[in-house]
């Protein structure tokens, strides 16, 4: 069950609720292929929302159990530099962590990427409704189309952040 609590101090702006549906319907590839590894509690046993409104900002994929949002980053995002700052400033100051991921690394190697949020620091907190936060975690985390040549356990994608 959802820690009501902790999830109603997140800033909500209702006035995207139609869009955030919108954005959930109309799901691009990439989206729906990591959504695929992380919904229903399929990954680590982590509860995800997607497409989530954080404040004046809808998330791609948002991770109550400890306060990480992954942004998935495709060729919009290259015109959207200063709007992504603002956002994970924002986000950021909320005390939650932001996950970069560049789309054709998930298109690419969706092995790869799930090993790097795998071995991600975020994802080491134990699934407990009663956790206080991300505190100690680092805020941030990128692959920046690293993995496109990964091909097996043995590589290790870089986590550099914005």
């Not at 069950?1 to 997140?10: I, T």
């Not at 680590?44 to 791609?60: A, W």
Request: net charge negative.
């Amino acid at each position: 069950m959802r820690n009501r609590e902790k999830h109603s101090r997140l800033p909500f702006n209702a006035t995207l609720k139609e869009r955030a549906r919108e954005l959930r319907k109309a799901g691009m590839l990439s989206e729906v292929l990591l959504w695929q590894q992380i919904h229903n509690k399929a990954f680590k046993g982590y509860d995800f929302d997607r497409q989530k409104i954080i404040g004046d900002y809808i998330v791609d994929f948002f991770c109550l159990d400890c306060d990480l949002v992954i942004e998935i980053d495709g060729s919009s995002h290259n015109e959207k530099v200063a709007y992504d700052a603002r956002r994970d400033a924002f986000l950021k100051g909320l005390g939650l962590t932001i996950i970069h991921i560049d789309a054709k690394d998930i298109l690419s190697n969706l092995y790869g990427v799930m090993e790097m949020l795998n071995n991600h620091p975020a994802f080491s907190v134990p699934v407990d409704t009663n956790h206080p936060g991300p505190a100690g975690h680092p805020q941030g985390g990128e692959l920046d189309g690293s993995l496109r040549n990964h091909t097996g356990p043995a590589g290790h994608p870089s986590k550099e952040g914005n």
